[in-house]
């Protein structure tokens, strides 16, 4: 993705305006969206356990590796061996310090959260960092 578009301006989305008549300087998607070239990865979402967050099947993620996720990130995780895209829950550590449940949650009601067991393994693989979709009508 290196190729340069031109931003015309702004569109209000509430009540019309007069047009401003000006142009922007190129706008790159690079600059815009990737903060750590060799850390940033693009990836291409299926189904749609995340709607809720705007994250729609079809879309592209814009996901950092080099940021350490925190709870209420959205992440793409690995567990035992399958990826996902939810929304990282780290419990509070419990009496005796025993450690507070890790849960990766969809934003779908039609979703249950994956609850991470003892057993279980658990990567991350990135923070995602923005989502890249078309309205419907582009389609």
Known sequence: MSAKSSL???????????AEQYSEPPLDLNELLV????????????GDS???????????LVVDRSLRPA???IVIACIDGEFTVKTLRIGKPGPGGARGE??????NPAFKPIVVSA???LD???????????????R
Do not use: W
Not at 8 to 18: E, I, L, N, T, Y
Not at 50 to 60: N, S
Not at 126 to 132: D, F, L, M, N, R
């Open 8 to 18: 015309s301006g702004q569109v209000q989305a509430g009540f019309p305006s007069p």
């Open 35 to 46: 903060k750590r070239p060799a850390a940033t990865y693009f990836v291409r979402v299926s």
């Open 71 to 73: 709870s209420g990130d």
């Open 102 to 107: 890790t849960r990766l949650e969809p934003a």
């Open 119 to 121: 057993g279980s393994r």
């Open 50 to 60: 995340m709607v809720g967050e705007g994250i729609r099947d079809g879309d592209i």
């Open 124 to 138: 991350y693989f990135g923070k995602v960092t923005a989502c890249i979709h078309r309205f419907a009508g582009a």
